[in-house]
């Protein structure tokens, strides 16, 4: 996964907290146990400071996932450790909402507060 394919953009209104939500119900990345994939669906909610993330970019970052062998509480922490990292938001959560496999599904949720 490359952090450095995330873009940002100036926030027009960095006075003013306002939440952006994101949300990509086609996530896909592998099981590193398996090899078998993993489907998803990742929600990013931040409210962020003097940039925001350019949606295109983040798209592209998604992608990097498709082959990649990693655990569920491992997408969703790296996922915010890259946003955080790209944007610098007041604060960030990230969700990630599995599809079942073997009869059972998760969800991660991970959070970022700026002022920690």
Same mark, same amino acid.
């Given at each position: 996964? #490359?952090?450095?394919? *995330? =873009?940002?953009?100036?926030?027009?209104?960095?006075?003013?907290?306002? +939440?952006?939500? !994101?949300?990509?119900?086609?996530?896909?990345?592998?099981?590193?146990?398996?090899?078998?994939?993993?489907?998803?669906?990742?929600?990013?909610?931040?409210?962020?400071?003097?940039?925001?993330?350019?949606?295109?970019?983040? #798209?592209?970052?998604? *992608? =990097?996932?498709?082959?990649?062998?990693?655990?569920?509480?491992?997408? +969703?922490?790296? !996922?915010?450790?890259?946003?955080?990292?790209?944007?610098?938001?007041?604060?960030?959560?990230?969700?990630?909402?599995?599809?079942?496999?073997?009869?059972?599904?998760?969800?991660?949720?991970?959070?970022?507060?700026?002022?920690?």
């Amino acid at each position: 996964m #490359k952090r450095e394919i *995330l =873009e940002v953009f100036d926030n027009t209104y960095p006075e003013r907290d306002y +939440t952006i939500e !994101i949300v990509n119900p086609e996530f896909t990345s592998v099981c590193p146990k398996t090899g078998l994939p993993d489907f998803g669906t990742i929600t990013v909610s931040y409210i962020p400071d003097r940039t925001c993330i350019e949606l295109k970019s983040l #798209k592209y970052y998604f *992608l =990097e996932f498709r082959n990649a062998g990693i655990f569920y509480e491992n997408v +969703t922490n790296r !996922i915010l450790d890259d946003l955080v990292a790209a944007c610098s938001p007041r604060s960030m959560t990230v969700r990630t909402e599995w599809k079942a496999r073997g009869g059972i599904t998760e969800t991660v949720t991970v959070s970022h507060n700026a002022s920690n």
